[in-house]
């Protein structure tokens, strides 16, 4: 056996071994990309830290009926499979405002004591979720929903892709702490 066929005969499992390391370490770091990202979240700005809130007319917002409710609210909504812990909002804050949310999902944002809605007429279509009577204003990526049927208004403003589950809780908390009163469709 001549040196260069010696060496050649060594050279081929060498770059077999090499290739094979190569592809391997190419199959890893594929399947961390794959199977590494989701968990992973990105800080969006405005969804971390204290939200801001503009004020908005509440002349309600100091009755009895919106501090209770905003005593009783809980300090999670669940949206989809996860659970939006409530969020700090930035001072000045609005009166009777509560948010729930964090760093993947938009905030879902209640104002309590709120004038009646324009939008509340004798053929407005109300939802009804666990006895509490709803009117949704729809809006671009999310919807308000205000409750018509209690001493005061309460908007809750939800992002479309928050499902119904805010809508489902505020409403059992409504439901079990404020009076249920007929439905004001005239001013």
Same mark, same amino acid.
């Given at each position: 056996m001549t040196q260069q066929e010696s060496t050649s005969a060594l050279s081929r499992p060498l770059l077999a071994a090499v290739g094979l390391a190569v592809l391997l370490a190419i199959g890893v770091a *594929?399947?961390? $990309?794959?199977? @590494?990202t989701g968990n992973q979240t990105e800080d969006v700005p405005g969804r971390t830290?204290?939200?801001? $809130?503009?004020s908005i007319d509440a002349p309600d917002a100091? +009755?009895?009926? =919106? *501090?209770? $409710?905003?005593?009783?609210?809980?300090?999670?909504?669940? +949206? @989809?499979?996860?659970?939006?812990? #409530? #969020?700090?909002?930035?001072?000045?804050?609005?009166?009777?405002?509560?948010?729930? @949310?964090?760093?993947?999902? &938009?905030?879902?944002?209640? #104002? =309590?004591?709120?004038?009646r809605p324009a939008e509340l007429t004798? *053929?407005?279509? /109300? #939802?009804?979720?666990?006895?509490?009577?709803?009117l949704q204003l729809p809006g671009s990526g999310s919807s308000t929903w205000v409750i018509v049927d209690r001493a005061a208004y309460v908007a809750l403003t939800v992002p479309d892709d928050?499902?119904? @589950?805010? /809508?489902? &809780?505020? +409403?059992t908390t409504v439901r079990d702490l404020l009076p249920k009163q007929p439905v004001k469709t005239t001013p």
């Open positions: *594929t399947l961390g $990309l794959v199977l @590494g830290g204290p939200l801001a $809130l503009v100091a +009755s009895q009926p =919106c *501090t209770s $409710l905003i005593e009783k609210l809980p300090v999670g909504l669940p +949206s @989809g499979k996860d659970m939006l812990p #409530r #969020r700090e909002i930035a001072s000045p804050a609005p009166p009777a405002a509560v948010a729930w @949310g964090d760093a993947k999902h &938009d905030p879902v944002v209640l #104002r =309590c004591g709120l004038p004798p *053929t407005s279509q /109300l #939802r009804v979720i666990s006895d509490v009577q709803w928050a499902g119904t @589950g805010p /809508l489902q &809780d505020i +409403s």
